[in-house]
Structures are given as C-alpha cells and as structure tokens.
C-alpha cells in the first residue's frame, strides 16, 4: 500500500532563514509520481511540482528547491530566504501508475515563517 | 478562469439533516474526488469519480452519497449529517491521466451542531 509521511508537524523558522520540508514515501510501484502543494492560510490549494519515478534530477524554482532520492525514499522541499508569505501548510502527495489520478496525501507540515 | 468551483463556501447543520455539496469544474477533466479535510489528518479521500456516470469508494465513504449525472459536475451528499462530519471539504479534479497535478476548489467549511 502506498503511504506518504511527513514528520515534521509544524516548522517555526524567522525569515531568510533556509528551511526543509521533509517527505518520505512507500511504494511497491516501480512507476509513480511525487508532487507538492501549498495551502495558504486563505485555504486553497496549489499545486507546486511533480517529479516522476525515473527522474532523480533535483530542480529549482526560484528560492524552492526540490531533492529527490529513490534511495531512500524522499522527496524533499527547502525554501531559500523564506518569506512571510511562506507561510502555509505543505502537503506531499504520491499517485501510483494507473490508480485513476488518485493521490495518496501526507498529514501537510505547517510552515510558519516569523518576521 | 473559474477551475473547479464549490457551493456553498460555508454551511452549519443540525445533526441529522441532510444536503448537498456541489462541485463544477470547467476544464472538461475526467476524474473528480472529494476530500475531507481535518486538522492533522491531511486530505482523506471520500469518492472519486473517473468519468460521467461513474462513483466509486474512497478512503472513507461512510455517511456520504456522491452522483456524477454531468461530466462537469460531482455531487457530495450527506443524509444524515453526524458531528463526526464536521469538516472542510475540498473537490478536485484532474485530466484521465494518472500523473498529472489535481486542481483544486476553494473548500467548503460544514459544521455540524
């Protein structure tokens, strides 16, 4: 069964600082998709990024960076220099090859960034 | 660009009565899903839904109903609403292919008293 787990419940950082989202999945599927959104404190929620199984290239956007590493299961999210407007819940997400666009969610980790 | 859009935005019931949760998306995707949201508990899936006339059971079904007579709209029905469902509740949609991104509404927040 699939499962998504992200440990850190809430993360408190005071701005410009660096922060890391941590994000570690079960699959049995050797063919899925990872993705992140946001959910502001206004409640909706956004779609940041996908990665596929097969490609382990981390990326950047901006001041987000993503790392992901088959090895060891994760899929994690850092913020350079965050910003007050950072401050939102984070879900990691997993869709495994066909599951009919179904998503399997992490708990979110709730990002408070200070001034 | 209205996306997927959900009615009410906010609802307070009286345990034991019922409606309905309407979500309409207008970017002729396939798949829909509603979730419940609840704090630190992430989003749980109720129904989906992979095409027009097609429900099918989520993670948690319990207590809801769900109907997909239109390709643009899937319904979220409670028939005897219960405490335990007080909850945001969020519809999403997303193309008929498994690796693409699901677009969200903007949530309905139901309290039941």
Not at chain 1, 41 to 57: C, H
Not at chain 2, 33 to 39: A, E, F
Not at chain 2, 62 to 85: C, H, I, M, T
């Amino acid at each position: 069964a699939q499962k998504v787990t992200q440990a850190q419940t809430e993360i408190s950082v005071v701005e410009k600082e660096d922060v890391t989202l941590d994000c570690v999945y079960e699959t049995r599927d050797t063919t899925y998709y990872l993705f992140w959104y946001k959910q502001p404190p206004s409640g909706e929620l956004v779609f940041l990024i996908r990665r596929n199984s097969f490609d382990e290239q981390n990326e950047i956007s901006g001041r987000y960076s993503w790392n992901f590493q088959k090895s060891t299961s994760s899929f994690n999210f850092t913020i350079t220099a965050s910003q007050v407007v950072d401050s939102a819940v984070y879900f990691c997400a997993l869709s495994e090859a066909p599951n009919a666009g179904k998503s399997t969610f992490g708990d979110g980790t709730t990002l408070t960034v200070k001034p | 660009n209205a996306g997927v859009t959900q009615t009410p935005k906010f609802r307070v019931l009286k345990t034991g009565q019922s409606m309905t949760l309407l979500c309409a998306q207008d970017m002729n995707h396939e798949y829909m899903y509603w979730y419940r949201q609840d704090p630190g508990m992430g989003l749980r899936l109720i129904h989906y839904s992979v095409g027009e006339g097609t429900t099918a059971k989520g993670e948690v079904p319990d207590g809801y109903n769900v109907s997909r007579l239109k390709k643009q709209n899937f319904l979220l029905g409670l028939e005897s609403a219960a405490p335990s469902q007080t909850s945001v509740y969020f519809c999403a949609s997303t193309e008929d292919r498994w690796d693409q991104p699901q677009h969200f509404g903007d949530g309905t927040r139901l309290s039941i008293l």
